[in-house]
């Protein structure tokens, strides 16, 4: 009865707990690994495949864990008997294993009526509860980050952001998405709901950073202490501290002219740094917020490295919303108005202005033009198409004059070869200007109708 109470969760928090009374640290990703492994009875060449260390690393790693384990317990613990001792030792104290405290080596049991947390978040900066330990000094620098505004239903992408980072410790998160999709706010907000799970949280823009070397200067003068330890690495403040980093404005290191994902050389070294951060054990989590994905992003979510990307695609149709605020007419026709926008915020919130100023707020009137009106939209446009090399432009004309869209076995004739063709569409989906459907002939691409508008222009300009 009593073991089929005891879940992985329970004793990951005892686990935390004891490390933080033993050693006044958490336990780092290597060390969460194999406790969640062993239970399950992985091997130690397993676990080392899997999070890319030597098994000589893992053993090392997981005798010092049971070293800890077997005097808390008083019986020696190891991989083979670790399950069975932790469920000898639940029966034993079984009420109150959740919420035990540590003292100088010894458990002290509180009452029942300390249970509060069935289900402990996993990222907590705070996890014991013993009055004895020293909490750590938080510190937040959100001085970069916008105003939290008034913010329309995006419960989904904000429950599965929270799922990444506090349930599965995921070291690198991406946002991707066009100019005004709302990758800013959505993670304001996010930020907002989590911060209490960090130490430190740092916001910054790559638009203030021109070299790769000045942010990394900045980011460690933040972490350090006032004074400062010698030789410390990124990576070495990230195992010391929970950490949140956010870097918005990403795509700002990346090149223009070239396929996407190319660093420009002030930036020739993040990618490194992206591997080092997916790879290395801590607790803290890099949120990076881009128009373009990074080529180090997509092979490191291939490999099971805790890289996570949401791609977002507009507010759908919790946009009626914003047009509710803005005191439009003619509702019956606002889906039509959000659909053609590709219900992004920053568009729908330029064209409604335009709503308002020339037809007093009638969305009918304004849809009874034949035409697609961009007005102030064309620069935002603008700053996306002219990151594009010769060969996207070519797709992106292609596309534009395609009644139902391109398929893939219908290469242009402009291509001289193949591999141009297919980078070019890779680069693009990367980019997130052209939409993959799936038909009977094979995938076929789309434009939104704002950017096939305005790539039409381009053509005849
Ligand atoms: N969920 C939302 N509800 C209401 N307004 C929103 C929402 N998301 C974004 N907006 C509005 O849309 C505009 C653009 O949002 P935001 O700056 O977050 O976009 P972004 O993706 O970060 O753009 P960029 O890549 O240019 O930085 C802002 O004015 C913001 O207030
Ligand atoms: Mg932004």
Same mark, same amino acid.
């Given at each position: 009865?009593?073991?089929?109470?005891?879940?992985?969760?329970?004793?990951?928090?005892?686990?935390?707990?004891?490390?933080?009374?033993?050693?006044?640290?958490?336990?780092?990703?290597?060390?969460?690994?194999?406790?969640?492994?062993?239970?399950?009875?992985?091997?130690?060449?397993?676990?080392?495949?899997?999070?890319?260390?030597?098994?000589?690393?893992?053993?090392?790693?997981?005798?010092?864990?049971?070293?800890?384990?077997?005097?808390?317990?008083?019986?020696?613990?190891?991989?083979?008997?670790?399950?069975?001792?932790?469920?000898?030792?639940?029966?034993?104290?079984?009420?109150?294993?959740?919420?035990?405290?540590?003292?100088?080596?010894?458990?002290?049991?509180?009452?029942?009526?300390?249970?509060?947390?069935?289900?402990?978040?996993?990222?907590?900066?705070?996890?014991?509860?013993? &009055?004895?330990? *020293?909490?750590?000094? $938080?510190?937040?620098?959100?001085?970069?980050?916008?105003?939290? @505004?008034?913010? +329309? /239903?995006?419960?989904?992408?904000?429950?599965?952001?929270?799922?990444?980072?506090?349930?599965?410790?995921?070291?690198?998160?991406?946002?991707?998405?066009?100019?005004?999709?709302?990758?800013?706010?959505?993670?304001?907000?996010?930020?907002?709901?989590?911060?209490?799970?960090?130490?430190?949280?740092?916001?910054?823009?790559?638009?203030?950073?021109?070299?790769?070397?000045?942010?990394?200067?900045?980011?460690?003068?933040?972490?350090?202490?006032?004074?400062?330890?010698?030789?410390?690495?990124?990576?070495?403040?990230?195992?010391?501290?929970?950490?949140?980093?956010?870097?918005?404005?990403?795509?700002?290191?990346?090149?223009?002219?070239?396929?996407? &994902?190319?660093? *420009?050389?002030?930036? $020739?070294?993040?990618?490194?740094?992206?591997?080092?951060?997916? @790879?290395?054990? +801590? /607790?803290?989590?890099?949120?990076?917020?881009?128009?373009?994905?990074?080529?180090?992003?997509?092979?490191?979510?291939?490999?099971?490295?805790?890289?996570?990307?949401?791609?977002?695609?507009?507010?759908?149709?919790?946009?009626?919303?914003?047009?509710?605020?803005?005191?439009?007419?003619?509702?019956?026709?606002?889906?039509?108005?959000?659909?053609?926008?590709?219900?992004?915020?920053?568009?729908?919130?330029?064209?409604?202005?335009?709503?308002?100023?020339?037809?007093?707020?009638?969305?009918?009137?304004?849809?009874?033009?034949?035409?697609?009106?961009?007005?102030?939209?064309?620069?935002?446009?603008?700053?996306?198409?002219?990151?594009?090399?010769? &060969?996207?432009?070519?797709?992106?004309?292609?596309?534009?004059?395609?009644?139902?869209?391109?398929?893939?076995?219908?290469?242009?004739?402009?291509?001289?070869?193949?591999?141009?063709?297919?980078?070019?569409?890779?680069?693009?989906?990367?980019?997130?200007?052209?939409?993959?459907?799936?038909?009977?002939?094979?995938?076929?691409?789309?434009?939104?109708?704002?950017?096939?508008?305005?790539?039409?222009?381009?053509?005849?300009?």
């Amino acid at each position: 009865m009593y073991l089929a109470k005891m879940d992985f969760q329970k004793v990951i928090k005892w686990a935390e707990d004891l490390m933080w009374a033993k050693k006044k640290r958490r336990l780092n990703s290597l060390e969460r690994a194999i406790l969640e492994r062993v239970w399950k009875n992985y091997k130690y060449q397993e676990i080392a495949d899997e999070y890319r260390y030597s098994k000589g690393t893992v053993k090392t790693v997981a005798g010092n864990l049971w070293k800890m384990i077997s005097e808390e317990l008083d019986e020696k613990v190891n991989k083979t008997n670790f399950r069975a001792a932790m469920e000898r030792f639940y029966i034993s104290n079984s009420k109150n294993f959740v919420q035990s405290n540590f003292n100088q080596g010894h458990i002290k049991i509180c009452g029942e009526s300390c249970h509060s947390d069935e289900t402990p978040k996993n990222r907590s900066p705070t996890t014991p509860t013993n &009055s004895d330990n *020293i909490q750590p000094e $938080k510190r937040h620098d959100l001085t970069s980050a916008p105003k939290l @505004r008034n913010f +329309h /239903n995006c419960t989904n992408q904000l429950a599965t952001l929270k799922q990444w980072i506090l349930t599965e410790n995921t070291c690198i998160v991406t946002i991707t998405g066009l100019s005004g999709i709302g990758k800013t706010t959505l993670t304001r907000q996010l930020v907002a709901d989590i911060q209490d799970n960090f130490d430190r949280i740092l916001w910054r823009s790559h638009r203030k950073f021109s070299t790769l070397n000045a942010l990394k200067t900045n980011l460690i003068e933040f972490f350090s202490p006032p004074q400062p330890k010698q030789n410390l690495s990124i990576i070495d403040y990230l195992r010391f501290h929970r950490c949140l980093i956010i870097l918005d404005d990403f795509q700002e290191t990346l090149t223009t002219g070239e396929f996407v &994902s190319t660093y *420009i050389p002030e930036y $020739k070294n993040y990618g490194k740094l992206i591997k080092e951060i997916a @790879r290395s054990p +801590h /607790n803290s989590c890099l949120l990076l917020l881009s128009w373009e994905k990074p080529t180090e992003i997509a092979n490191l979510e291939t490999e099971n490295c805790h890289c996570h990307t949401l791609q977002l695609q507009g507010l759908g149709k919790s946009a009626t919303e914003l047009l509710k605020a803005k005191k439009l007419t003619d509702e019956d026709r606002w889906l039509e108005l959000i659909n053609l926008y590709s219900s992004n915020p920053l568009w729908l919130n330029i064209i409604v202005s335009t709503i308002q100023d020339l037809f007093n707020g009638s969305v009918a009137q304004f849809l009874s033009y034949s035409y697609l009106f961009l007005g102030d939209l064309k620069p935002i446009l603008h700053e996306h198409y002219q990151r594009l090399s010769e &060969s996207e432009k070519l797709v992106m004309q292609w596309l534009a004059n395609q009644e139902i869209g391109g398929n893939i076995s219908s290469q242009p004739p402009e291509f001289s070869t193949n591999n141009d063709f297919l980078g070019a569409i890779q680069s693009l989906i990367k980019r997130g200007l052209i939409k993959k459907n799936v038909s009977k002939e094979g995938s076929v691409f789309t434009l939104e109708p704002v950017i096939k508008e305005y790539v039409k222009n381009q053509s005849n300009s």
